[in-house]
């Protein structure tokens, strides 16, 4: 059973000339939600709204508490974990690349599906290295818009060879993150994540991490020669919460320290994944 | 009036959970048509090809000829320009970025509107450089895909200093492409293209000149700094056609010799714009 909104009404289907299909003209969550909660909802507003400012989405107070209500009211008073997605789409008059920003419109989509984590989540995933590269911009790293066609090929290679996740690099061969994740490595003891200026999704587990630091976790720029180096890894986005990796790169490595990973997930509010 | 046409269907309206919202996880084209039939027509399905094959999407000869049927029935028997816009979409079940590669689906969107080209096509084009960067990925440059918000940023800095265009570079100062067109610069004589080997779509015009060479014509890899060096400069869409610039990031700029807009023009297959 799913369950959809768009601008607060029962609806589940938009105008093929949407600006959201067109261009990918904006932004997206897809939050946790569990006993009538999202998890990390402040942190999932707070990226749609650097995501807002860096598209110059319109949103007005009340566009801000319809979203909120709305989250609210699809959220399911009994246990079952689910996802809530939520997009916001910019809408406006006009052809082509164009529109008006004073008669632009933000179009709410709030989406709730039944969410089950798969199985590698608590015994560790195995990740590869995607012959993909992560589309950059600068304008565009860090936030979570709609133009995700890289994750969607990176994704493939996961499939292709039965892993869990697939790394991408850019063209100059620094790492950015995996198809659907954020990367850590242990590089000769110290924990680092790749640097995304110019490419990846800053998720909520990630900038919490790095905010907080523990055991001097930093960004880093990373090149992929490194990769084979780490002497343990974990992954991290919002549904999966942080996950050890046991194999990387087609090499089986030993996960983290129980005591590393409880540190990681306990700073980034995970107390139970 | 407008026309749409979903997998052969006279819908309006996709599901907002399809990839092609989600993830831009499609490619389209916009052709000019008039009496009856679509200008540059094999080299749209031409493009359309290289994109399916560079996002793998599932395309059988049935789906070839249905497609080919629906851009035909959307033909306005009279005189009138227009656009068909043709978008392909995959979809697929399952969640994420993933998807089954035997099960997925590739939709079709075909949609007529009105088209009235702007005036600014007789008279020449004023053109700004953007401050936004074009999206960088080798995976997908060329084709054109869904993902497109680098060029919705740029649009905004032409409205915003009443251009007709923006050019957008890539970080390292590398030359791609206008927000809805590609450029072509005469420096030290000589015609140059900007090369789209990370970035930028290959536009139906671009390649016919490219693989014509009228002139010399060459793509060559442009630094910004050499765009205030250009003597002239043209820019040019399947639904423009080839429109001279006369003024370049600031500075008003001789038009083309007549002779050199009738040649690129004819080799390009606009005998009229």
């Known amino acids: 059973m799913s369950h959809c909104l768009i601008n607060g009404q029962a609806l589940s289907h938009i105008d093929a000339r949407h600006r959201g299909l067109a261009f990918g003209d904006g932004v997206f969550e897809t939050c946790f939600s569990q006993q009538g909660r999202v998890r990390f909802l402040a942190?999932?507003?707070?990226?749609?709204?650097?995501?807002?400012?860096?598209?110059?989405?319109?949103?007005?107070?009340?566009?801000?508490?319809?979203?909120?209500?709305?989250?609210?009211?699809l959220l399911d008073p009994d246990n079952a974990p689910a996802v809530i997605k939520i997009m916001l789409l910019r809408?406006?008059?006009?052809?082509?690349?164009?529109?008006?920003?004073?008669?632009?419109t933000t179009e709410r989509i709030v989406m709730r599906n039944a969410y089950q984590p798969p199985d590698w989540v608590a015994t560790g995933a195995r990740l590869v290295m995607s012959r993909r590269y992560a589309s950059s911009n600068p304008d565009l790293a860090g936030i979570k818009h709609l133009n995700r066609l890289d994750s969607v090929l990176a994704r493939q290679?996961?499939?292709?060879?039965?892993?869990?996740e697939a790394l991408l690099c850019l063209p100059d061969g620094r790492l950015v993150e995996?198809?659907?994740?954020?990367?850590?490595?242990?590089?000769?003891?110290?924990?680092?994540?790749?640097?995304?200026?110019?490419?990846?999704?800053?998720?909520?587990i990630r900038r919490r991490l790095v905010e907080a630091a523990p055991l001097g976790l930093g960004c880093k720029k990373i090149d992929k020669t490194e990769v084979p180096k780490a002497e343990a890894a974990m992954i991290s986005n919002s549904l999966?919460?942080?996950?050890?990796?046991?194999?990387?790169?087609?090499?089986?490595?030993?996960p983290p320290e129980p005591d590393e990973l409880t540190l990681f997930r306990r700073v980034a509010g995970l107390n139970h994944v």
Do not use: F, K
């Not at 995996?178 to 909520?204: D, F, H, K, Q």
């Open 178 to 204: 995996g198809s659907m994740s954020n990367v850590y490595l242990r590089l000769a003891g110290r924990w680092v994540t790749p640097e995304l200026g110019c490419a990846g999704v800053e998720g909520i």
């Open 43 to 73: 942190d999932h507003l707070d990226r749609l709204n650097r995501g807002i400012r860096a598209l110059q989405l319109r949103w007005e107070q009340d566009d801000a508490e319809h979203l909120l209500v709305e989250i609210q009211s």
């Open 91 to 104: 809408q406006s008059q006009g052809r082509g690349y164009d529109y008006d920003p004073q008669r632009q």
């Open 240 to 254: 999966l919460g942080l996950v050890p990796v046991i194999e990387l790169a087609g090499r089986p490595l030993a």
């Open 157 to 164: 290679d996961a499939r292709n060879q039965q892993a869990h």
